[in-house]
């Protein structure tokens, strides 16, 4: 029998930005709460929900300065309190977002633990000495920008920190953290929810000897961490032992959890996590989030790399609040409504668990953020070399601009005009919308077996086309999609069958149209 998380829906949930609920321009859990009968008629399984712990927000919440509360931009525990009940009361399981590999800088813990090396939290983050010439400890670099050690004249020495300098990283190689970040997990089960989602999970711990890092040889970035191969500051083999202790405290709460795994050995490093019953139960990586041009071969061998590593179960996502929005990463002249649905209907057709980041149901473009109005901090240090997170984080399109209601005149993030058109009372008012057809797909999904939990097998086809068998003792699914810009020719001779799903009136007896492809039930 299947876990309910196999094969799920998941909707993420990025608070800031999803609906405001007291007019001050920033979303909130009350938000939330109110838009719960949308998130349910979408048919998703669950939601997550990233960060809204207490936080200076240096990094909108990925920052966290206390791992049980409420940061007050967001409401209250009450207010989450009820928001797990009604999602609960709908259906919906609820997955919130950890963070174990830093705190914040504000956080107690490491105001305690810069006082110096005698404290009782002395050793809860990653400290080291100056070298002889007052530099830091190696060569390691952080993930937006500049040296990943930070000098603190408090302590006298150099914290590390694998992001930004005001979220140093948890020295999870210390039992009494590792005790601490289990007791914050403990809390949040308590309180009812289903799950986390596990905040770059391959940093948690990083190589006590403190070893530099090689170079990576052809590294295309100009970025110097994308310079280095990430082999000592992050991926310690220790990782897995913290992960088995979490999987039993899970287990005890019939809890899941869903790993977050970055970097160029994400597939290799999901498939360590997540292998045998006493480590995670899925884990998603970057691999599509971080591909600039979609192609039928990158998505064949993302999942054949998978299924040939580990008979885990994996997870999937083509967008989330950290990459550009799917429509403008991989679209090159398609009509974008045919495109977004196109994709849709992919993601959904993969094996596995899927994420489905809000506003991918709408279509939305990446939006247009002018450089006056960046908060991303990556996005600011690095301009205009990269452009930040902020475009995909604006806020979602409740209504268009002509109606009362929704956002106030003045957001956290603007709202991308065109985003105006895409609204969701927009598209529940025409016939034809994205957001009514990722319902269809999402109920498709649902009633075919083969799609929630069937094996995946590709069959051959030439650029553009991605063609691939779904099936399980119920059901045999041909799945053919056309990735390009133009017309596309493949051969379906050999199968017979009923067209399930036809996307832009396609078929097996003539050309695959632009955003065209098929399900078949064979």
Not at 243 to 269: C, H, I, N, P, W
Not at 302 to 329: C, M, Y
Request: glycine letters at 8%; a negative charge.
């Amino acid at each position: 029998m299947l876990n309910w998380w196999q094969g799920a829906v998941i909707y993420q949930i990025y608070p800031r930005s999803f609906c405001d609920s007291n007019g001050d321009g920033i979303g909130d859990l009350k938000g939330i709460t109110s838009k719960l009968d949308y998130v349910a008629g979408l048919g998703v399984d669950g939601i997550w929900i990233s960060p809204f712990f207490k936080s200076p927000m240096h990094d909108f919440g990925y920052d966290v300065s206390d791992f049980r509360q409420v940061d007050s931009i967001f409401g209250t525990l009450e207010d989450f309190d009820k928001l797990l009940a009604k999602a609960h009361a709908l259906g919906l399981k609820v997955i919130i977002d950890q963070v174990y590999s830093h705190a914040s800088i504000e956080c107690d813990w490491f105001k305690e633990s810069r006082k110096g090396p005698e404290g009782d939290k002395a050793d809860w983050f990653v400290w080291a000495d100056a070298k002889a010439d007052g530099g830091p400890p190696n060569n390691w670099q952080a993930v937006f920008a500049g040296p990943a050690w930070t000098w603190c004249t408090h302590r006298k020495q150099y914290y590390m920190h694998n992001f930004l300098p005001e979220q140093p990283d948890l020295n999870l190689h210390n039992p009494d953290v590792q005790e601490e970040m289990l007791a914050v997990a403990r809390f949040w089960l308590e309180r009812g929810v289903d799950g986390f989602r596990l905040d770059a999970t391959n940093h948690y711990m990083h190589d006590p000897e403190l070893r530099d890092n090689p170079a990576y040889e052809g590294a295309e970035s100009n970025k110097p961490f994308d310079m280095q191969d990430q082999i000592y500051n992050q991926s310690h083999p220790d990782i897995t032992k913290f992960l088995k202790r979490l999987r039993a405290l899970m287990d005890e709460y019939d809890a899941f959890t869903v790993a977050e795994v970055g970097g160029r050995r994400s597939l290799q490093e999901m498939a360590e996590y997540t292998e045998g019953d006493d480590l995670l139960h899925t884990a998603y990586s970057f691999i599509f989030l971080e591909e600039d041009n979609l192609s039928a071969g990158a998505i064949r061998k993302a999942l054949i790399d998978w299924e040939g590593q580990t008979d885990s179960w994996p997870s999937w996502t083509f967008s989330n609040h950290d990459r550009k929005r799917v429509v403008s990463r991989w679209m090159r002249g398609q009509n974008r409504q045919d495109f977004a649905n196109a994709m849709n209907a992919l993601l959904l057709a993969l094996r596995g668990t899927i994420f489905m980041y809000q506003g991918e149901e709408l279509g939305l473009q990446h939006a247009d953020v002018p450089f006056e109005r960046l908060v991303d901090p990556e996005a600011i240090k690095n301009w205009p070399d990269t452009l930040g997170r902020d475009g995909c984080r604006t806020p979602m399109p409740w209504h268009n601009a002509a109606e009362s209601g929704g956002w106030p005149s003045y957001t956290w993030l603007p709202i991308d005009e065109r985003h105006y058109d895409l609204a969701v009372c927009q598209q529940e008012n025409t016939q034809i919308s994205n957001l009514k057809f990722t319902r269809d797909l999402i109920a498709f999904r649902k009633q075919h077996s083969a799609l929630k939990a069937g094996s995946i097998t590709f069959l051959e086809s030439d650029e553009p086309v991605l063609a691939f068998i779904r099936e399980d003792a119920e059901e045999k699914l041909l799945c053919v999609f056309n990735l390009g810009e133009a017309e596309a020719d493949w051969c379906a001779e050999a199968y017979e069958g009923e067209i399930l799903l036809p996307l832009m009136g396609a078929g097996p007896d003539k050309p695959l149209p632009v955003c065209g492809g098929y399900i078949m039930k064979l």
